[in-house]
């Protein structure tokens, strides 16, 4: 399906993104979460309301409904980011109530365009602490880091809380003079979960010059125990690396995520990677037997030269957003529609029933760790060395 390209001039970029960052902060944070969800009771009075929002969804009986959300960027204004944050509202809106997910899964750094493409250091400026400690806010016992969250946190703990959502949070991070590609767990009562998952792997291609803008994460792999489950996330260039998933099927995930941006290689567009990039996940949840969700992007970013007319570069992300069962088969693919900047596919998970099957396959039985040591070489010399 064809959408109009959008296209992005770097400083203008970098505005527009603080004029949104200025007008979503013009109401105090906490006051606002107050406000929209209604929230006037304690934290426990919170932990029995909320077990009322999962009670009418799939996760009262053991399952729950997993959603994978694919978004373009074409039909918004160019070098703005102003309609990224209302599509990605929509898209939460359309999983929970129409599509009755109790998780949802946006793609990575879903708050703009993919800004990697080259080497820009006025967006470093896009990044953002997760908390500012000049909004105060009563959720002290879901802080990560103190203070309070930032605007697009708050805006997804209002979502994740209004719809009874569990909702991880693609963003990138400021913490200090360190900058990061990282998620932020949200759990269905608006909640932000301890922890933070900081990307471990960081690519650096053409088109894909993320070293640039990230540190690797030092954070390890990440497992949160959900309203739902437990879920575990990795972001875009770590679905390829195995052990990054049998790190988090070892913690216990009952899914695994991947929020991603991936799409041409602008060296040479000829290059196809969407049916790798589908079986190297799909092995994943095979070798693991963990159900896989991959969210995408979809359409084509056109990055501009300084005179802000001419094209420097484009990427064309391809989507195909996808879900697997435990077993690696895909059960739903993403396409988007005519004139829909939105698509949205949903699977059931039955995490007991997965781990019943798991155990009785031995995977997880018959690891050998101590074998694995030439794991941790780069080169496959003697790890005792």
Known sequence: MSFPSYSYYPKRLLESFRELKSNEEKEPRAASFSTEIGETTSSSERETNNSSINSSSS???GKFMVAAVQLTAGGLADSSVMGFLERAKEAVKIAAEEKKADLVLLPELFLGPYFCQSQESCLLNLAMEITDGDTQTTESDDDVGGGGFNFLIQTMRVLAKKYGVVLPVSLFERKNNALYNTIVMIDADGSVLPKTYRKSHIPDGSGYQEKFYFSPGDTGFRVWKTRIGKVGVAICWDQWFPEAARAMAIMGADVILYPTAIGSEPQDPTIDSSDHWQRVMQGHAAANMVPVVASNRYGTEILLRKDGITEQQ???????????????????????EEGNPISVITSSIDPEANRSTRLAWGLFRDRRPELYRILQTKDGG????
């Open 314 to 336: 484009r990427i064309t992300f391809y989507g195909r957003s996808f879900i697997t069962d435990e077993t690696g088969a895909k059960v739903a693919e993403a396409v988007m």
């Open 382 to 385: 003697d790890s005792t060395r």
């Open 59 to 61: 996760s009262s009986n």
